[in-house]
């Protein structure tokens, strides 16, 4: 079974540019999550996705980020424009719904944004 | 939410066994107990979890405390390959089905040949 799929790993930008991640989950996943980690810190939560609908973007800073889940399947989180601070990894993990949902987040292996 | 206070490092020998602590004194009694990994340049990855008996996986054990304040995550015998962040996450269980688990800083766990 395929994991979660992110690209693109690396990206490395000036700051003011723009910048989009994209994610697919695993087939079937109700819930998807985007993640910010900066250097030496946990994963921090940006935005969860039930199906199509945010739920939970209260740490989303909505000045210069956006998500997007059409038909409830892929994501894709855009910056614009980019500052110094977006320096990180994003991540991008989903779960399953409600039946067989044991807790598990299952995570892609994150896409590493460089601002110049 | 509850949190979780963990060691910022912890060192082990291969093949040696790890126990790597958490505090929770906040717990509350409905929290299940979560153990994620995190190897470098990779996203977490899940490796256990219980809410108030020990449990083993093919992966590690989970104990414990009776009092549920405190648990131990237990490698029975660390491998290079074993060397990541460890994080101890506290999760309701009357979540909803898509729960955001909060990451503090976890353990950085370092295996020496």
């Known amino acids: 079974e395929a994991g979660v799929v992110q690209s693109p790993r690396y990206k490395i930008i000036e700051k003011k540019q723009p910048v989009a991640f994209w994610c697919n989950p695993i087939?079937?996943?109700?819930?998807l999550y985007w993640y910010r980690q900066n250097l030496g810190q946990g994963p921090e939560l940006l935005i969860r996705y039930e199906n199509e609908e945010a739920v939970d973007d209260s740490q989303l800073p909505k000045d210069r980020f956006s998500a997007e889940r059409l038909k409830g399947v892929d994501s894709t989180l855009k910056i614009q424009p980019a500052e110094l601070g977006d320096s990180a990894v994003y991540l991008c993990?989903?779960?399953?719904?409600?039946?067989?949902?044991?807790?598990?987040?299952?995570f892609g292996e994150g896409s590493r944004l460089t601002v110049l | 939410d509850a949190k979780t206070t963990q060691p910022n490092s912890m060192e082990s020998n291969e093949e040696e066994p790890v126990h790597l602590p958490c505090n929770h004194s906040?717990?509350?009694?409905?929290?299940?107990i979560h153990w994620y990994r995190q190897l470098p340049s990779q996203g977490p990855e899940y490796v256990i979890h219980?809410?108030?008996s020990n449990v083993n996986n093919r992966m590690a054990s989970l104990a414990i405390a009776e009092d549920r304040k405190s648990s131990t995550l237990i490698l029975h015998r660390a491998t290079l390959r074993d060397a990541a962040v460890y994080y101890c996450?506290?999760?309701?269980?009357?979540?909803?089905?898509?729960?955001?688990?909060?990451f503090g800083k976890g353990t950085s766990l370092l295996v020496t040949p």
């Open positions: 219980g809410l108030t």
């Open positions: 996450i506290l999760r309701p269980w009357n979540s909803n089905s898509g729960y955001a688990l909060n």
């Open positions: 087939s079937g996943h109700n819930t």
């Open positions: 906040t717990i509350s009694g409905t929290d299940y």
């Open positions: 993990a989903s779960s399953p719904g409600a039946q067989g949902n044991t807790g598990e987040l299952f």
